[in-house]
């Protein structure tokens, strides 16, 4: 999406939550700096209670992603990320039933990403890890109990609405 801070950015004075994503897919280091530079300045403009979410990626070019959380982490509230981002960003994979294995694959990614708070989500279970994790909680159960409908029920079908 082609992000302007002239335009787009005068709808942002009442927002409350704002969502980032997308910047995995980005090739050229040339148009991941403009677009970074373009972020931040339509974040200036969103008001100061406003909650920044960045749902991060599996990056097409791997050093992006450092590079992303360093331009955008001062204003991320929380950054979410599903089991095989975690498992990428660790560099090994996370055995999502394996307790140990996951906490210490959180506690690390965590550490590096320096944002306000981190979500973790797989097939099995989410979590919330930071500053405003037990003010997601009511969130990460609701996510959790429509995946889990959506793999009993499987896919939604328009005819018949579910």
């Known amino acids: 999406m082609d992000i302007r801070p002239d335009g787009f950015g005068k709808e942002l004075k009442h927002v409350k939550i704002f969502l980032l994503g997308s910047f995995s897919q980005i090739l050229e280091e040339d148009f991941l700096e403009e677009a970074l530079e373009r972020t931040n300045q339509l974040l200036k403009k969103l008001p100061e209670d406003a909650v ?8 097409v070019k791997k050093k992006f992603r450092q590079r992303v959380h360093q331009a955008l982490a001062h ?3 929380v950054l979410s990320m599903n089991e095989d ?3 990428e960003f660790v560099g090994e994979k996370v055995d ?5 294995q996951v ?4 506690e ?11 979500v973790v ?6 979590l919330a890890v930071g500053t405003q994790a037990k003010n997601l909680q009511e969130a990460l159960e ?11 029920k499987g896919r939604w079908h328009y005819k018949s609405g579910i």
């Open 52 to 59: 920044v979410i960045m749902e991060d990626g599996c990056y």
């Open 96 to 100: 999502v039933l394996n307790r140990q």
């Open 85 to 87: 981002e975690l498992a």
């Open 103 to 106: 906490a210490e694959a959180v």
């Open 108 to 118: 690390t990614a965590y550490k590096e990403v320096q944002v306000k708070t981190m």
């Open 142 to 152: 609701c996510g959790v109990a429509l995946a889990g409908t959506r793999f009993r």
């Open 75 to 77: 204003r991320i509230d």
């Open 121 to 126: 989500h797989s097939s099995a279970w989410a």
